[in-house]
């Protein structure tokens, strides 16, 4: 469920991405240039708010605590431009040969984020390749149980961010989606196996979103949670330039 709030990567939505892409280039220095205090004052931080880190990182989880939606819903779709054709191909593959055929995509609402449904043979088991601003191209893997309840391991970083008691969604790294699929059937073999076509698999995982989003917008997102996601978010940001400029250079 990476993604999604842009920073908040574990997510199955994309909100912090809004400020990211506003302030994460400007918090390393914030308070050098007049036009980059004017652009997160516009985004409601307050003079006071830039005055160190720790109130910047504090007022920045707020606002974007306050852009959490109160509800996201999906819409299918027939078609969709993946942001990196390459590794949609490689996973696709790889649940093919999994034993998994691809069901339907669908659009996210209001964050605009892409959800592809893999189905399975077999029973207590579906799939999600995951297309969004802040993680791109990545892969869920989802356990249900008889109860409805479900478990996803999905080949994204972690986030940052504090998860839930009882936890949803498993940041894994950056695995591959046929390690993915074991982790899954490790899980079901100590569960119990639920048969689900596409439209039941869809719903299950709307909920578990809107109830993740519920969660989080009473919780909030704290200045620390919001600090470790920023700088992992720049860790991952310095990585991918890098490793640009080398295959650049050869």
Excluded at 49 to 63: Q, V
Excluded at 66 to 86: C, Y
Excluded at 184 to 197: I, T
Excluded at 207 to 218: D, F, G, K, P, S
């Amino acid at each position: 469920m990476c993604d999604e709030l842009a920073a908040l990567p574990n997510l199955p939505l994309p909100v912090l991405v809004i400020l990211l892409g506003a302030a994460g280039g400007i918090a390393g220095g914030w308070i050098q240039k007049g036009i980059r205090a004017r652009r997160l004052m516009k985004l409601g931080f307050s003079p006071g708010d830039l005055i160190s880190r720790e109130r910047f990182f504090e007022k920045w989880g707020k606002i974007t605590t306050t852009k959490i939606p109160p509800k996201i819903s999906f819409s299918e779709i027939t078609s969709h431009s993946w942001s990196n054709l390459e590794k949609y191909e490689q996973s696709k593959a790889e649940l093919e040969a999994c034993g998994f055929q691809r069901g339907a995509a669908f659009v996210a609402a209001p964050q605009k984020w892409i959800v592809e449904f893999w189905l399975c043979r077999d029973s207590g088991l579906f799939a999600k390749i995951i297309d969004s601003r802040q993680c791109g191209v990545y892969v869920e893997v989802t356990v249900i149980d008889n109860d409805n309840s479900l478990l996803s391991f999905e080949n994204t970083e972690n986030c940052g961010l504090q998860h839930p008691e009882i936890d949803r969604w498993s940041h894994r790294g950056l695995i591959s989606p046929s390690q993915l699929v074991e982790e899954g059937l490790q899980h079901r073999q100590r569960s119990n196996e639920k048969r689900m076509n596409l439209a039941e698999c869809m719903k299950a995982y709307e909920n578990a979103v809107n109830e993740y989003l519920a969660w989080r917008r009473q919780v909030g997102i704290s200045g620390p949670e919001m600090r470790r996601t920023f700088e992992l978010s720049k860790q991952r940001r310095s990585l991918r330039k890098g490793s640009g400029e080398s295959r650049s250079h050869k």
